[in-house]
């Protein structure tokens, strides 16, 4: 088949355009044709070979009139290029199929705002129109979700079809498992951090930082009482300006225990040297971050409306309830830190679960629901 992947834009360490790649040279080797269709391609490395790079240049001042724009241009795109499936990792209209990263926009939207300011702004109206184009009970768009709370947003919100749904497993590289020689990847990445032995290393890992709670970290991790805060670092990774971070991390005196480093390519390492993850996000639908970090056996502390919420839990990581309390995030990580051993237990369960789940499957069965929608499966 000749398949078109629509997205926004692509960078290296975006969860979603990690899922995207990574379903493409899966659909690459089943034999199918690939173009990536994008505004930038934010990246020094090419797309792997036989996969076709489609840009359309940003059109618009604006994030929601950009997107606007390469809503109409893909139409027309698609259209002209005879495309059998067209595979959307952004909400636009016309997809045959979409990869849904995130959760509910119109949900939302509106835990966070009257209904009436949200009628004023064109930021809202436009992206709730392409998700309504998708998730509309008249819409014949198939959804790959990541978990089912997710889907039953969708289907509260919009009435849409539980049949339209395929429920995707985790799908994180390979290359995340534990390797054999995990405690002396440990220890050299360790020592390249400065962080001696006898620390405690705590890390976050995300583009969004507002999203996903760095905020929130820096707070709680300045609330420590005085003989844990001297003994515990906080290295934080993300492709994203931290400007506004840094200057809250001088604020709360956190100067030389806080290290932003930017996008990465040594994840695993680093999670292999940190002794907890931290994630407590605003929004989460699932989370790939949570298990690469279970995965390499490092235990992991994330909120409740994380869509991976339950591997944490189950891996023996700490969930912290709904609704989110920052006094009792700053509690629960001083209890955590404070009891001697505690992070050695929670590292031993969590490489234990790691090394029997199967997190890996994701891009296949994506290509596996491609291949079926074809078939007239759905409709």
């Known amino acids: 088949?000749?398949?078109?992947?629509?997205?926004?834009r692509y960078f290296p360490h975006g969860g979603l355009q990690s899922d995207m790649l990574r379903i493409a040279e899966a659909a690459l080797r089943r034999g199918h044709e690939v173009t990536i269709a994008t505004m930038a391609w934010q990246s020094e490395d090419a797309p792997p070979d036989g996969i076709?790079?489609?840009?359309?240049?940003?059109?618009?001042?604006?994030?929601?009139?950009?997107?606007?724009?390469?809503a109409a241009e893909i139409g027309a795109f698609a259209a002209a290029g005879r495309f059998?499936?067209?595979v959307g990792f952004n909400r636009l209209p016309g997809l045959d199929l979409y990869f849904a990263a995130d959760n509910c926009f119109a949900k939302s939207a509106a835990a966070r705002h009257p209904k009436w300011v949200l009628a004023l702004l064109p930021r809202y109206r436009t992206f709730l129109a392409l998700e309504r184009a998708v998730f509309a009970p008249e819409s014949k768009?198939?959804?790959?979700?990541?978990?089912?709370?997710q889907k039953r947003e969708f289907v509260e919100v919009y009435g849409t079809q539980e049949a339209r749904f395929t429920l995707l497993p985790p799908g994180i590289s390979p290359a995340h498992r534990r390797p054999e020689n995990a405690e002396e990847v440990r220890a050299a990445k360790r020592a390249e951090l400065g962080v001696a032995p006898e620390e405690t290393l705590l890390l976050e890992v995300g583009s969004g930082f507002r999203t996903k709670g760095v905020d929130r970290t820096l707070e709680a991790f300045a609330a420590l009482p005085e003989e844990l805060l001297r003994k515990t670092k906080l290295f934080i990774a993300g492709r994203e300006s931290s400007r506004k971070f840094e200057s809250l991390?001088?604020?709360?005196?956190?100067?030389?225990?806080?290290?932003?480093?930017?996008?990465?390519?040594?994840?695993r390492e680093l999670m292999l040297a940190a002794d907890l993850l931290v994630h407590p996000a605003r929004n989460e639908a699932a989370g790939n971050v949570l298990v690469e970090a279970i995965a390499a056996g490092t235990p992991v502390c994330c909120t409740e409306n994380c869509g991976f919420s339950g591997y944490v839990?189950?891996?023996?990581?700490?969930?912290?309830?709904?609704?989110?309390?920052?006094?009792?995030?700053?509690?629960?990580?001083?209890?955590l830190l404070s009891i001697p051993g505690r992070l050695d237990v929670m590292r031993q369960q969590c490489a234990e679960y790691g090394?029997?789940?199967?997190?890996?499957?994701?891009?296949?069965?994506?290509?596996?629901?491609?291949?079926?929608?074809?078939?007239g499966a759905i409709h």
């Open 1 to 8: 088949m000749r398949l078109l992947f629509p997205i926004f």
């Open 52 to 70: 076709v790079l489609k840009l359309f240049p940003a059109r618009g001042l604006s994030n929601h009139a950009r997107a606007k724009h390469f």
């Open 355 to 375: 090394r029997n789940a199967d997190f890996y499957r994701r891009p296949e069965a994506a290509v596996d629901a491609i291949e079926e929608a074809a078939h």
């Open 141 to 149: 768009t198939r959804i790959l979700c990541l978990t089912e709370r």
């Open 84 to 86: 059998d499936r067209v």
């Open 249 to 267: 991390a001088r604020r709360l005196n956190l100067a030389g225990r806080v290290t932003f480093g930017g996008g990465r390519d040594d994840v």
């Open 313 to 335: 839990a189950e891996s023996g990581g700490m969930v912290l309830p709904g609704p989110f309390d920052q006094a009792a995030f700053a509690a629960k990580l001083a209890e």
